[in-house]
């Protein structure tokens, strides 16, 4: 299918490998230092790349939604490939549950024309609700085949394989419909020097959400509040050994202690 | 809004309901004196099993027909609550088809979600719903503030399925209302993998993989050293996106969640997004070769070495005992 028009959902979120932490006041998690690209969706946005040139051209543009204007992320995803942004930033959207954020992405797509297929991730690293997807197909009116570990385009439908409890389905859908794809389901390309300097001039549209008449949002459209936050019992250290060679006896000992062999 | 009525997304497999349905209904029962089971798909085979964890009812939807769960099922669930048949809460299993349902239900009844929780408690009309974040360390509890129904989702082995005795649930037929574009999708085929040995989240021991296998061809050793303990083969979210292993053998926030006698993370560090999946483990043994390795903060052996070294001589030593 030439001329095939790809919007992928993508969220910025803290680095993962610093440990997390929450706001004191509003327990909400805290993302106000730098935003990378999260990774859950490097696989969507290569996804898309690679089936927009599968399908012998293509366009592939991305959504995201900040509270706070942040765009490097974004950025990553354009020295992939991608031509064009939309971010929906607006101090009002902290602490939005996943159906508003669902709403707010719904009308960055719309903004954008409504394409052919929308890719996600199956959830976050950061809040990992993982309904987002799902929750926006339904917004857009569209069909959806979540969990694909393989996609391809056939003429004017998607050949999926979903994941499935005991191993996978095969599955058609003509388009336009949302697909979110499992991490590892290809390999994500690393941004070239070229595209990282092509990605400083493609175009980031920033909207709010009253731009998109999406009302009410952030905490007082979640329709849940916090209750508590507390410490989980912690799970006691053990014993911790360097291997002098006989470690392996120390295991057989534990096991054999455990009645298990 | 007290909570008198649930009902729990439910599900069969090989013709049983699914363990983790029984775990919902147990709970459920605790909550409220009238729960519902609602299957996507044909409910009367599973009505007596149902109704023996504590349904009275069952709303059975039949054959889909290769229509997927998410878009038929929420679309009946919202007909009947449309048809006044409204309860205040329902609990869904955090899978696949539990997923997609409830996300879908949510956008039609235009309620919020809380996901990926292991416990709930009614107090009068505060319904509250806790998760573990920060790789379990910390305990957040949310509680709703819209009108019901509220729509929760749990992760498997939250709660410990027990029978109650009940009669077999009384079967009601629910039909699926036209779905329009969005049931375009069609399954075409069905694909079982087919495992030997105990099932991964059923067994008693499980030998997980990591990254600090090396290379792929190394995961062999973990697989002996499970089928020598008569345990399941597990691995990391690392070497599953690395394509080494099925995604069937995740254990994690993303995977399965274990709780076996015996953990063994076998060149495993610990990063949260496993730790979810096993610290309810009765005991953990981690092999490593970095001290600093966040696993032994959990584990009640821990062995600082090479999985190269080590593994190897653990499966001759349970070889000679024969």
Known sequence: ?261 | MAVNNIWVFAQGANGAATTFTLELLTKARSLASNVSAFVAGDGTSLAGELGKYGATKVYSTGDLGGRLVGVAASAAMKALIDGGDKPDLILFPQNYDGRDTLARLSVKLNSTVLTNNIDISVNGDEVVATTPIFGGNVLFATAFTGAGPHLASFRPKSFAAEPSNGAAAQVVAVAVPDTGVTGAAKVTAVHVEESTGPKLDEANIVVSGGRGLGESKNYGLVEELAKLLHGAPGASRAIVDAGWVPYSYQVGQTGKVVKPSVYIAAGISGATQHMVGMKGSKNIIAINKDKEAPIFAVADLGIVGDVHKVLPKLIEALKARG
Request: contains cysteine.
């Open chain 1, 1 to 261: 299918m030439k001329g095939m028009k790809i919007v992928v959902c993508v969220k910025q979120i803290p680095d993962p490998a610093t440990p997390g932490s929450l706001d004191t006041s509003t327990h909400a998690l805290k993302r106000d230092g730098k935003l990378i690209l999260d990774d859950s969706d490097a696989y969507g946005v290569e996804m898309a790349l690679q089936l927009a040139a599968s399908a012998g051209g293509g366009e592939v543009s991305i959504v995201s939604m900040a509270p706070n204007g942040e765009m490097s992320g974004m950025r990553t995803a354009l020295a992939m490939g991608a031509v064009r942004g939309v971010l929906v930033s607006d101090p009002a959207l902290a602490g939005s549950d996943a159906l508003t954020t669902a709403k707010v992405l719904a009308g960055a797509v719309q903004k954008i024309g409504m394409p052919d297929l929308v890719i996600a991730a199956t959830e976050s690293t950061d809040g990992y609700t993982g309904t987002v997807p799902e929750q926006l197909a339904e917004v857009l009116g569209l069909p959806s085949v979540t969990f694909a570990k393989k996609v391809k385009i056939e003429g004017a439908a998607v050949k999926i394989e979903r994941q499935t409890e005991s191993g996978y389905d095969e599955v058609e859908c003509p388009l336009p419909v949302l697909v979110s794809v499992t991490a590892g389901v290809v390999e994500p390309r690393y941004p070239s020097f070229k595209g990282i300097m092509d990605a400083k001039k493609k175009e980031i549209v920033t909207v709010t959400a009253a731009d998109l008449g999406v009302s009410p949002v952030g905490w007082s459209g979640a329709g849940q509040k916090v209750s508590s936050v507390t410490q989980a019992e912690a799970r006691k250290a053990g014993q911790v050994i360097e291997d002098d060679g006989e470690a392996h006896a120390k295991i057989v000992a534990f096991l054999e202690n455990l009645k298990v062999i």
